[in-house]
């Protein structure tokens, strides 16, 4: 007997696909594919090297890549990336300036202190930097009335190279109704009306929604992996393709009477004679924990209920009284046929956090 213990395959087609989605929704813009969280829990490295294959026209498809640490960056570059790397938080420390350097990477400007480091920085090589501006989701940024200063003082050193690529992030660019895009673009413009530099500001959610936001370059994530950014559309009015399939087997069958309880804490009741099949993944795995009774999950071409609580190694699915399934059979949690957004709903939470709380003990396997 052969069981797939939970396994997370990644499927190089549909992640080239959602790419040419994003090239197609903003034509005139480069891309920065964001890579941070290991890709959204898909593998940096094999995320990073599909990407930086070339098309049929011979041409390399990323033309750059955004994490969140320099340790992600050192792993890229260790691997043979080329392309530009962009630090989206910055660098922590001082002594990531020389790092920065020796390894060409380039780095988002957002404070005073991060300023101060490089503009006194001992040098030969300048930095390209992207400066960050806070217009409105009051996170990371500068404030609007220090851009100018921070802008000439970018400009006059000799440690930085001479293009800036000027910045923000939407706070509500998800939300077709939400005015606050608008408001963050007013004020992105009225700052950067007046410079000739290169301008960031949509993310995923402003590729699909937002147009006016493309400006030179965008910056897609969750879209990249096939998942909607936007609220209550799915990826497939996106046109967006599930990059995971998160996938286990059906390790025990056992027939329960109307009135059994089953799980930690008897949390569930059937109130029928049925037959309940338990599944090799749990919150160990990256399931999550406070997925509900009825969170959709999908066997043999039909969507069953889970049931019970879930565990640390198991889930437990209702499969009806008359079922054919068996030990061994493939059980989808999400990805291909059922949409990670369904069962983020039933956890009470978000699909970001369901694909980036995959645990190492889940085997990835890319399919090419």
């Not at 950014?229 to 599930?242: D, G, T, W």
């Not at 027939?255 to 993944?281: E, P």
Request: with cysteine; proline share 3%.
């Amino acid at each position: 007997m052969s069981v797939l213990t939970a396994t997370a395959f990644i499927d190089t087609h549909a992640l080239l696909h959602n790419y040419h989605v994003i090239k197609e929704k903003a034509p005139s813009s480069q891309i920065l594919t964001v890579l941070k969280a290991n890709a959204y829990g898909h593998g940096l490295i094999d995320i990073a090297k599909s990407l930086s294959n070339t098309d049929i026209e011979n041409n390399i498809i990323a033309n750059a890549f955004g994490v969140a640490r320099i340790e992600e960056a050192l792993a890229l570059r260790n691997k043979g990336i080329t392309q530009k790397i962009v630090l989206l938080e910055g660098f922590f420390s001082t002594d990531d300036i020389a790092i920065i350097v020796a390894n060409k990477l380039s780095v988002v400007i957002h404070n005073e202190q991060q300023l101060a480091a490089i503009l006194s920085a001992k040098i030969h090589t300048p930095i390209n930097v992207w400066l960050k501006i806070d217009t409105g989701m009051h996170r990371l940024g500068i404030n609007p009335d220090e851009f100018t200063y921070f802008y000439q003082q970018l400009k006059n050193s000799d440690n930085v190279e001479n293009s800036i690529i000027l910045m923000s992030h939407l706070a509500c660019a998800d939300d077709i109704h939400d005015d606050m895009t608008l408001s963050q673009l007013s004020c992105f413009n009225q700052l950067t009306a007046h410079t000739e530099e290169a301008k960031s500001l949509a993310n995923s959610a402003a590729i699909c929604a937002w147009p006016t936001t493309h400006f030179d370059w965008v910056r897609p994530g969750i879209m990249l992996y096939g998942i909607s950014p936007m609220k209550a559309q799915s990826a497939q009015s996106q046109l967006l393709k599930p990059v995971m399939t998160l996938q286990s087997s059906v390790i025990a069958i056992r027939q329960i009477n109307q009135g059994d309880a089953i799980g930690y804490g008897s949390a569930w009741v059937s109130d029928k004679n049925t037959t309940i099949a338990v599944v090799a993944i749990g919150y160990g795995d990256g399931y999550p924990r406070h997925a509900e009774n009825g969170t959709p999950v999908l066997i043999n071409n039909r969507i069953v209920p889970l049931v019970g609580r879930v565990s640390m190694d198991m889930i437990m699915i209702d499969l009806g009284e008359q079922t054919s399934d068996k030990i061994g059979d493939v059980v989808t949690l999400w990805g291909k046929g059922l949409p990670i957004e369904k069962v983020a709903e039933c956890a009470s939470t978000i699909a970001y956090e369901l694909i980036c709380n995959i645990t190492n003990r889940v085997k990835k396997i890319t399919l090419s």
